[in-house]
């Protein structure tokens, strides 16, 4: 089980929420602002995070279950202030065909 915070970063249990251990790789600052996330359907281990704070954002990767991540190139904003705050900006696997992702972001646009 995974949670996602806007000051710890993104959070993982594995004993049904006793402890709760940061995945978090080395991020800091804005980028544990986490927006949204996506688990793989299929493999647990390939994590996507949306990060930020104000017109910031960032779109991230791991393939190691949150051990280290990779920035990808996607001019996004995933503030949390804006309307899709109420449910988040929002990243998700198609679960029809998990290789392909969709992003949707504050006011950038939606992403496939």
């Known amino acids: 089980m995974f949670v996602r ?11 049904s929420g006793q402890s709760w251990t940061p995945i978090n790789g080395t991020l800091t600052g ?4 986490v927006r949204s996330v996506a688990i793989h359907p299929e493999n647990p281990n390939l ?17 190691d279950a949150g ?4 920035l990808l190139n996607l001019d996004a904003n995933f503030d949390g202030v804006g309307p899709s705050a109420i449910c988040g900006e929002v990243i998700a696997f ?3 065909d998990p290789r392909i992702v ?11």
């Open 94 to 96: 198609d679960l029809r």
């Open 30 to 33: 804005d980028d544990l602002a």
């Open 67 to 70: 051990g280290s991540w990779t």
């Open 47 to 63: 994590l996507f995070r949306a990060t930020g704070r104000g017109s910031t954002g960032r779109l991230w990767k791991s393939t």
């Open 102 to 112: 969709y992003v949707g972001t504050e006011s950038k646009g939606f992403f496939k």
């Open 5 to 15: 915070s806007t000051s710890r970063g993104l959070l993982r249990t594995t004993d």
